[in-house]
T-cell receptor
C-alpha cells in the first residue's frame, strides 16, 4: 500500500529564513512519481512539482529546491529566503494507477508553514 | 483557461440533513475526482469518474454518499443523511486522460455538520 509521512505538523520561520519540509514515502512500485502541492488559506491545492523515481538529480526553481533520495525514500522540499506569501499547508503526494489511464493520489497529512514578517 | 469550479463554497447543515455539492471540471477533461479533506489531514479519494463511468468508488461510504456525472461533464456529490464526522472540505479535481498527472483542483466546498 502507498504511504506518505510528513512528520512536521507545523513550522514557523521568520521571513527570509530558509525552511525545509520533509517527506518520507512507502511504495512497492519500482517506478513512480512524487508530487508537492501547496494549499494556501483559500483552500485550492496548487501543484508545485513532480519528480520521477528515475531522476534523483536535485532541482532548483527560483526560491524552491527539491532533494529526492530514493535510498532513504525521502523527497524533501526547501524554500530559500522565505516570504509571507509562502505561508500555507504543503502536501507531499504519491500517485498510484487507478485504471483507465488515470491515477489517484495518496497524500501526507501536510505541514503548515507560517512565515512571520 | 477556466479552472475547476465548485459550489457552494461553504455549507452548514444539521446532522441527518442532506446536502449536495456541484463540480464543473475544466473543459475537455475526461477524468473527474472527488476528494474529502478532514481538518488536519491530507485529501482522501472518494470517487473517480472517467467520462460518465465510475473508475473507482471503493472509498465512498455508499450508505450515505452518492455521486453522479451525467453526460460526462459536471458532477454532483450528495450526502444523505449527514453525520458530524462528514465535516470536511470536499475537493473536486479533473485531468485529461493519460496527460501524465495533470491534476487541477477546485477551491473546494467546506461542509460543517452541527
Amino acid at each position: 500500500a502507498q504511504k506518505v509521512t510528513q512528520a512536521q505538523t507545523e513550522i514557523s520561520v521568520v521571513e527570509k529564513e530558509d525552511v525545509t519540509l520533509d517527506c518520507v514515502y512507502e511504495t512497492r512500485d519500482t517506478t513512480y512519481y512524487l508530487f508537492w502541492y501547496k494549499q494556501p488559506p483559500s483552500g485550492e491545492l496548487v501543484f508545485l512539482i513532480r519528480r520521477n523515481s528515475f531522476d534523483e538529480q536535485n532541482e532548483i526553481s527560483g526560491r524552491y529546491s527539491w532533494n529526492f533520495q530514493k535510498s532513504t525514500s525521502s523527497f524533501n522540499f526547501t524554500i530559500t529566503a522565505s516570504q509571507v506569501v509562502d505561508s500555507a499547508v504543503y502536501f507531499c503526494a504519491l500517485p498510484s494507477a487507478s485504471g483507465a489511464g488515470s491515477y489517484q493520489l495518496t497524500f501526507g497529512k501536510g505541514t503548515k508553514l507560517s512565515v512571520i514578517p | 483557461e477556466a479552472g475547476v469550479a465548485q459550489s457552494p463554497r461553504y455549507k452548514i447543515i444539521e446532522k441527518r440533513q442532506s446536502v449536495a455539492f456541484w463540480c464543473n471540471p475544466i473543459s475537455g477533461h475526461a477524468t473527474l475526482y472527488w476528494y474529502q479533506q478532514i481538518l488536519g489531514q491530507g485529501p482522501k479519494l472518494l470517487i473517480q469518474f472517467q467520462n460518465n463511468g465510475v473508475v473507482d468508488d471503493s472509498q465512498l461510504p455508499k450508505d450515505r454518499f452518492s455521486a453522479e456525472r451525467l453526460k460526462g461533464v459536471d458532477s454532483t456529490l450528495k450526502i444523505q443523511p449527514a453525520k458530524l464526522e462528514d465535516s470536511a472540505v470536499y475537493l473536486c479535481a479533473s485531468s485529461l486522460v493519460r496527460e501524465g498527472y495533470g491534476y487541477t483542483f477546485g477551491s473546494g466546498t467546506r461542509l460543517t455538520v452541527v
